[in-house]
């Protein structure tokens, strides 16, 4: 699904300035932060072509010198999507990362650009801006739900096909000989470039190593294999299985979260959404357990079973008839369609989101104007858009399909009949929910074939490397079961589960999980098999409140 996260504010950095190389340099960025512009070809496969792409890299250097003998190495991560933002998700955790793992070593916290995405270049972006991108997405939700009908079906089917072609013309990203940067952006290609970034990682220290003599050089680091540290999570997870499997030998750490089955992920992406009505559940369990902590809550219910009938009348009520809402420079109507996708993203971080749609749902009820959702993007203004971090959420979601149709099968010739199928066979399965899952894939039964990939890792994915997966007990978006198949696939591996419901256990920060997560990080030391964490806390619960958004990274 689309990446988002909670907004913080940092200095902006204009990466026109940095000159990409074939190592890396690293000029100060973002305050505490080093950024650098690495230089990697266009076609791993291909020698003879002529063209590059150059990847923008931000690290948080470690508390200690590259040469002193507690620097632990470098960790990289990826935030998922794909769409997302390496460089906005490393401005977002990395210190918490680095502070949850600091004790005997110290840290390095990398992130990269994708090829094709934000600040690495050229970008596989389709429109020209926010602005004309916000629009194609307003004209889609204004249609309805794919569920909502054969006119809003096909209205979106034609909007998909129109956004296919305008990438398929633009020329944003087309080479002078016809190459086009959406034919080399498949998980394939990005492992490729996270092996590159671990030699040139390594090839750097060694350096350093040679030139600063304050502390003794303990191995011949010229001789040995590097070795990727990695925390990847959601869509971050298929690119760690891959690299895994392609790679092995050069697998240190791996730190998994919020699991893809990459069977699934490569197939048509059928089984995420299992978890989904359970979660919806526990809203209505917790909203009564919490009483009057939750808006949604009335003092006559008798058990959760009115929760659950009010948010049923309510949703038989917007589909009688739309309400509408206005502020923040939105005068918008709000139908069942846009509740339910509001319901949708609650469920993957319910500690922070469950009171949030509480509160809207009970505000749209009482005929209280609640302002536009919580969980739309504002209006693309020059204002609004001082923040790098909504330019990608906006226009990450273009890359999506470039990313996931070539790791996916081709579904061009199926045309519009087989999608429905596959929608058929989604929606009978699971509601609602399966429209939106179904709205996620659609691209790739529209996305062009002059656009199809030309390199795609088919597996096995498996070897002899001790992962360590983690996974919420439910999760809308990765259930569990894909943790468990992945960790038994991967020799040595563990599954560590979390107690919890949302998309992601890592964050916000259990002690337990953590405890676990450093022993592994920092020792090697996976938990025994079957092991099971408590969660920071639980939806509505008093010691909730201190949890804010500043504790959430939520991955698509």
């Given at each position: 699904m689309s990446t988002t996260s909670t907004s913080l504010q940092f200095s902006t950095f204009d990466w026109t300035t940095i000159s990409s190389a074939n190592d890396l340099n690293y000029?100060?960025?973002?305050?505490?932060?080093?950024?650098?512009?690495?230089?990697?070809?266009?076609?791993?496969?291909?020698?003879?072509?002529?063209?590059?792409?150059?990847l923008a890299i931000v690290r948080l250097p470690a508390k200690v010198p590259e040469s002193h003998p507690d620097h632990g190495g470098t960790i990289i991560t990826n935030p998922g999507g794909p769409g997302g933002s390496g460089v906005q998700q490393a401005l977002q955790i990395s210190q918490r990362l680095q502070n949850l793992l600091d004790g005997p070593k110290h840290y390095e916290i990398l992130s990269f650009d994708p090829r094709g995405i934000f600040h690495s270049k050229p970008?596989?972006?389709?429109f020209d801006s926010a602005v004309e991108s916000e629009i194609w997405y307003e004209q889609k939700r204004a249609a309805g739900g794919l569920a909502d009908g054969e006119y809003p079906l096909k209205y979106n089917w034609a909007a998909e096909q129109a956004r296919g072609q305008l990438c398929a013309n633009t020329e944003n990203g087309r080479f002078e000989d016809g190459e086009n940067i959406r034919q080399h952006v498949s998980t394939a290609y990005v492992a490729r470039d996270m092996l590159e970034i671990v030699k040139k990682v390594d090839q750097r220290r060694t350096a350093i190593f040679r030139r600063d003599n304050q502390f003794?050089?303990?191995?011949?680091?010229?001789?040995?294999?590097?070795?990727?540290?990695?925390?990847?999570?959601?869509?971050?997870?298929?690119?760690?299985?891959t690299f895994a499997a392609m790679y092995p030998e050069h697998v240190g750490r791996m730190l998994l979260d919020a699991n893809l089955d990459p069977d699934n992920w490569q197939n048509r992406y059928e089984?995420?959404?299992?978890?989904?009505?359970?979660?919806?559940?526990?809203?209505?369990?917790?909203?009564?357990?919490?009483?009057?902590?939750?808006?949604?809550?009335?003092?006559y219910d008798?058990?959760?079973?009115?929760?659950?009938?009010?948010?049923e009348s309510s949703s038989e009520a917007l589909q009688r008839a739309p309400t509408y809402v206005t502020g923040k420079g939105r005068a918008t109507p709000i139908t069942l369609d846009d509740v339910?996708?509001?319901?949708?993203?609650?469920?993957?971080?319910?500690?922070?989101?469950?009171?949030?749609?509480?509160?809207?749902?009970?505000?749209?009820?009482?005929?209280?104007?609640?302002?536009?959702?919580?969980?739309?993007?504002?209006?693309?203004?020059?204002?609004?858009?001082?923040?790098?971090?909504?330019?990608?959420?906006?226009?990450?979601?273009?890359v999506g399909p470039a990313v996931h149709c070539s790791d996916g099968p081709y579904l061009y010739d199926e045309q519009l009949e087989g999608f429905k199928t596959y929608l058929t066979n989604l929606t009978e399965r699971f509601g609602w929910g399966g429209a939106i899952q179904a709205d996620y894939k659609i691209s790739c039964w529209t996305w062009p074939a002059s656009l199809r990939t030309k390199w795609r890792y088919d597996g096995p994915f498996n070897s002899s490397v001790?992962?360590?997966?983690?996974?919420?007990?439910?999760?809308?978006?990765?259930?569990?079961?894909?943790?468990?198949?992945?960790?038994?696939?991967?020799?040595?591996?563990?599954?560590?589960?979390?107690?919890?419901?949302?998309h992601g256990a890592l964050w916000p920060a259990s002690e337990c999980m953590w405890q676990h997560v450093k022993k592994y990080m920092v020792e090697g030391k996976l938990p025994p098999p079957g092991t099971v964490c408590?969660?920071?806390?639980?939806?509505?619960?008093?010691?909730?409140e201190d949890i804010d958004a500043e504790n959430y990274w939520l991955f698509g």
């Open positions: 000029e100060k960025c973002y305050e505490k932060f080093d950024c650098s512009r690495l230089t990697v070809p266009l076609d791993w496969n291909n020698s003879s072509s002529p063209h590059n792409i150059s970008n596989a972006y389709c003794p050089v303990k191995a011949d680091f010229s001789k040995s294999t590097p070795k990727l540290q990695y925390v990847g999570t959601s869509y971050g997870t298929f690119l760690g299985q089984a995420s959404i299992d978890d989904h009505a359970q979660i919806r559940e526990i809203f209505f369990e917790t909203c009564f357990a919490a009483g009057s902590k939750c808006a949604f809550y009335r003092e008798k058990s959760s079973d009115d929760i659950r009938a009010r948010w339910r996708h509001g319901f949708f993203i609650a469920t993957y971080q319910p500690l922070f989101f469950f009171k949030k749609i509480a509160k809207y749902l009970n505000d749209l009820m009482t005929d209280v104007n609640p302002g536009p959702p919580f969980w739309q993007l504002p209006i693309p203004t020059q204002e609004s858009f001082n923040d790098e971090l909504l330019i990608n959420r906006y226009m990450g979601g273009e001790p992962i360590l997966f983690v996974n919420n007990r439910l999760d809308p978006a990765t259930p569990a079961k894909n943790a468990k198949k992945m960790a038994a696939s991967f020799n040595g591996s563990v599954f560590l589960e979390q107690n919890s419901a949302g408590e969660p920071l806390c639980r939806p509505f619960e008093d010691k909730c």
